[in-house]
T-cell receptor, first 116, second 113 residues
């Protein structure tokens, strides 16, 4: 049973470009969470999605950031017009409905975004 | 509202010595508490979790944590450190609704030979 998959593992973008980060949850999981980790800091919640629905996006910056989790395919975190401050590790986690009720999440290996 | 404070951004112990990583939480509701470990360039791995059952929680790799409501603490311990325990450890709290998990800033554990 494969774990949570994220790709790419490393992404380099120039300022002003778009970054697309992908997350495939564990098999059978319908809940996806995105977190951002800045250097020397803990993880900060960004958004929580279920299939085709954004449940909680209270941690998402108001501009340039968006997330989706379509009926088919991976969840996508999209950052438009990236700036140097967006450089961070972005982690995806997933859970089943039962696990979500006890706040249990399984994390992917992360995508490390570098903006030059 | 919920928050987590991890005391000490860096902890250094000798191999074979006791490991103690401190975590204090704040929560307006009964909390779910977690410890995660992160190895370099990897994701987070769940070590253990407290969900209002036994106050002493045993996890993987010989780690355990004790929930103390009166002290609002959930410290992580291991009797004897191993070199492979060197990593970053995160305490986290959930339960205030919205399926959101709040993470502490992390404690980096160094193990000396």
């Amino acid at each position: 049973n494969a774990g949570v998959m994220q790709n790419p593992r490393h992404l380099v973008r120039r300022r002003g470009q778009e970054a697309r980060l992908r997350c495939s949850p564990m098999k059978g999981h319908s809940h996806v969470y995105w977190y951002r980790q800045l250097p020397e800091e803990g993880l900060k919640f960004m958004v929580y999605l279920q299939k085709e629905n954004i449940i909680d996006e209270s941690g998402m910056p108001k501009e340039r950031f968006s997330a989706e989790f379509p009926k088919e395919g991976p969840s996508i975190l999209r950052i438009q017009q990236v700036v140097r401050g967006d450089s961070a590790a972005y982690f995806c986690a997933s859970s089943s409905m039962e696990q979500a009720n006890s706040y249990e999440q399984y994390f992917g290996p992360g995508t490390r975004l570098t903006v030059t | 509202a919920q928050s987590v404070t991890q005391l000490g951004s860096h902890v250094s112990v000798s191999e074979g010595a006791l490991v103690l990583l401190r975590c204090n939480y704040s929560s307006s509701v009964p909390p779910y508490l977690f410890w995660y470990v992160q190895y370099p360039n990897q994701g987070l791995q769940l070590l253990l979790k407290y969900t209002s059952a036994a106050t002493l929680v045993k996890g993987i790799n010989g780690f355990e944590a004790e929930f103390k409501k009166s002290e609002t603490s959930f410290h992580l311990t291991k009797p004897s450190a191993h070199m492979s325990d060197a990593a970053e450890y995160f305490c986290a709290v959930s339960g205030a609704g919205g399926f959101k998990t709040i993470f502490g800033a992390g404690t980096r554990l160094f193990v000396k030979a």
